[in-house]
C-alpha cells in the first residue's frame, strides 16, 4: 500500500529553534507539493517539486523557510528561525502527471502531516 | 485568477438525511475539479473528479458531483449520510490551460460536515 510518509508527526519547539520537516513521496512520484494548514488561511500551497527541481515558492516566506529535494525519495521542509506564527499542520502531498483528456494534471496524496507548535 | 468558494464552513445532517456540500468556481475556462476528503487527525485524500467526459462522476464511500458549466458549479452530494462521513471537505480546481500552473491546485477554505444520530 504506497503512501506519502512524514515525519516528525508532532513537533513542539521554542521561538527560533529551527525546525525540519521530512517527507518520503510515494515511490515513482515525481511531483511533490507542500502546504501549511490553518484555521484562520485553510490550505496554503508553500512549494512544489518536479523531478526535484523547485517549480514554484511564491508560498512560501523565504526569509525563513526553505525547501529541497536531496533525492527522488525525500523532501524536506526547514524553518529558521521558528516563530509562533508558523505553528500550523504541514501536509506533503506527492503526485504524478495524469492525462485530462486534454491536459495534464496531478492527482495528489497527501501525507498525514506535521503538527508543528512554536511556543 | 482562478478562486473556488465554499458556501458554508459547517454543515450539518442527519444520520440518513441527503449531504449537499456546495462548490462554485471562477474560471474563464472549465477547469479540472475536484474533491477532498479530510478525516479528523489524517491527510487529505481524493473523494472524485471532474476532467472531461460525463458531468456527473462519482466518488468513494457513495459520493458523487456534478460538473454544470453555466452554473460554475460543482457541488457534492450522497443521498443518505452515515456517521463516519463527518469530516473536513474541500473543493479544488485547476486550469487545464494556463501552462505554468497546469499542476497546482486552487483550494476553496473546506467544509466541515458534522452527521448527528
Known amino acids: 500500500d504506497a503512501r506519502v510518509t512524514q515525519t516528525p508527526r508532532h513537533k513542539v519547539t521554542e521561538m527560533g529553534q529551527e525546525v525540519t520537516m521530512r517527507c518520503q513521496p510515494i515511490l515513482g512520484h515525481n511531483t511533490v507539493f507542500w502546504y501549511r494548514q490553518t484555521m484562520m488561511q485553510g490550505l496554503e500551497l508553500l512549494a512544489y517539486?518536479?523531478?526535484?527541481?523547485?517549480?514554484?515558492d511564491s508560498g512560501m516566506p523565504k526569509d525563513r523557510f526553505s525547501a529541497e529535494m536531496p533525492d527522488a525519495t525525500l523532501a524536506t521542509l526547514k524553518i529558521q528561525p521558528s516563530e509562533p506564527r508558523d505553528s500550523a499542520v504541514y501536509f506533503c502531498?506527492?503526485?504524478?502527471?495524469?492525462?485530462?483528456?486534454?491536459?495534464?494534471?496531478?492527482?495528489?496524496?497527501f501525507g498525514p502531516g506535521t503538527r508543528l507548535t512554536v511556543l | 485568477a482562478q478562486s473556488v468558494t465554499q458556501l458554508g464552513s459547517h454543515v450539518s445532517v442527519s444520520e440518513g438525511a441527503l449531504v449537499l456540500l456546495r462548490c462554485n468556481y471562477s474560471?474563464?475556462?472549465?477547469?479540472?475539479l475536484f474533491w477532498y476528503v479530510q478525516y479528523p487527525n489524517q491527510g487529505l485524500q481524493l473523494l472524485l473528479k471532474?476532467?472531461?467526459?460525463a458531468t456527473l462522476v462519482k466518488g468513494i464511500n457513495g459520493f458523487e458531483a456534478e460538473f454544470k458549466k453555466s452554473e460554475t458549479s460543482f457541488h457534492l452530494t450522497k443521498p443518505s449520510a452515515h456517521m463516519s462521513d463527518a469530516a473536513e471537505y474541500f473543493c479544488a480546481v485547476s486550469d487545464p490551460f494556463n501552462a505554468g500552473n497546469n499542476r497546482k491546485l486552487i483550494w476553496g477554505l473546506g467544509t466541515s460536515l458534522a452527521v448527528n444520530p
Open positions: 517539486f518536479r523531478n526535484r527541481a523547485p517549480l514554484d
Open positions: 474560471s474563464s475556462v472549465p477547469p479540472y
Open positions: 502531498a506527492s503526485g504524478l502527471p495524469t492525462s485530462g483528456g486534454q491536459t495534464s494534471y496531478n492527482e495528489q496524496f
Open positions: 471532474y476532467t472531461t467526459g
